[in-house]
């Protein structure tokens, strides 16, 4: 990659060290070193579902969902939770690196996707999702 290109991904570089220091940073001052060596088969499925659900338009929460869930007997509501945001975290890395890398993007389109966001999700989170019960949840993904 030559030179222009690597200072035009600074930004995305920026908030790459910056989300490993804070991840890092909990484990240190939180000392859950021992969370991280218990669970690290988690870590490990994510992050290879989520390089095989970048693939396809339906997100991290459908190889996240089934894994922690199934595969580690864990309660749907924090599979829902924990698919949420690893999408969360994948989609903000993503943004940074399109908009560093100058792609085009279509903002009429996105204007209204971010509005219905910024009102659904809230709204959806806090009225919504206390109602839902965690065998629906488990059905519903």
């Known amino acids: ?9 600074r930004p995305w570089l920026i908030w790459l060290v910056g989300f490993y220091a ?20 988690i870590a490990l499925a994510m992050a290879l579902g ?13 190889v996240g969902f089934p894994v922690l869930v199934l595969l580690f007997g864990e309660a749907p509501t924090l599979g829902r939770d924990f698919s949420f945001a690893i999408q969360s975290i994948g989609m903000t890395s993503a943004t940074i690196f399109i908009l560093c890398r ?5 903002w009429p389109m996105l204007r209204w996707a971010v509005l219905g966001s910024a009102i659904g999700t809230p709204m959806g989170v ?5 109602l839902v019960s965690g065998l629906f949840i488990k059905v519903l993904f």
């Open 102 to 106: 100058k792609q085009p993007i279509e």
């Open 126 to 130: 806090l009225l919504l999702a206390p």
């Open 50 to 62: 989520s390089y095989a659900a970048g693939s396809t338009p339906m997100g991290g929460g459908t």
């Open 22 to 41: 804070v991840w890092l940073s909990i484990l240190w001052v939180g000392d859950h070193w021992q969370t991280l060596a218990e669970h690290w088969g």
């Open 1 to 9: 990659m030559s030179r222009s290109g690597i200072k035009a991904l």
